[in-house]
């Protein structure tokens, strides 16, 4: 079982940054691809950025954040980043990362149902 545990998120002005991390409770996850979602109030769940498992050497943006974010994994320390900048108003929600438990699966998804565990999300609020 993997345990992962978001931290990082806060209120931010418009244009600043934030950088979340997401710690997960055993190396095994360097073996699963990883990512990110969000989700406001009253709106579904939405893909952020995703990782592929090992180095990292492939991920994947929604275009919405595109040149803005930037995820990054170090397995030495089996944590998950999402660098976040040029943030705006529409960047509010609570973000959650994930962890695709198919071993080494060599397609990166930006459906949740792929995601087989989730943390408890922290929350991101960006005043204008």
């Known amino acids: 079982q993997v345990q992962l545990v978001e931290s990082g998120g806060g209120l931010v002005q418009a244009g600043g940054s934030l950088r979340l991390s997401c710690a997960a409770s055993t190396r095994t996850v360097s073996n699963y691809n990883m990512g990110w979602f969000r989700q406001a109030p009253g709106k579904e769940r939405e893909f952020v950025a995703s990782i592929s498992w090992s180095d990292g050497g492939s991920t994947y943006y929604a275009d919405s954040v595109k040149g803005r974010f930037t995820i990054s994994r170090d397995n030495t320390k089996n944590t998950l980043y999402l660098q976040m900048n040029a943030l705006n108003s529409e960047d509010t929600a609570v973000y959650y990362c994930?962890?695709?438990?198919?071993?080494?699966?060599?397609?990166?998804?930006?459906?949740?149902?792929?995601?087989?565990?989730w943390g408890q999300g922290t929350q991101v609020t960006v005043s204008s």
């Open positions: 994930a962890a695709d438990g198919a071993f080494r699966n060599a397609r990166l998804s930006i459906w949740p149902r792929h995601y087989d565990y």
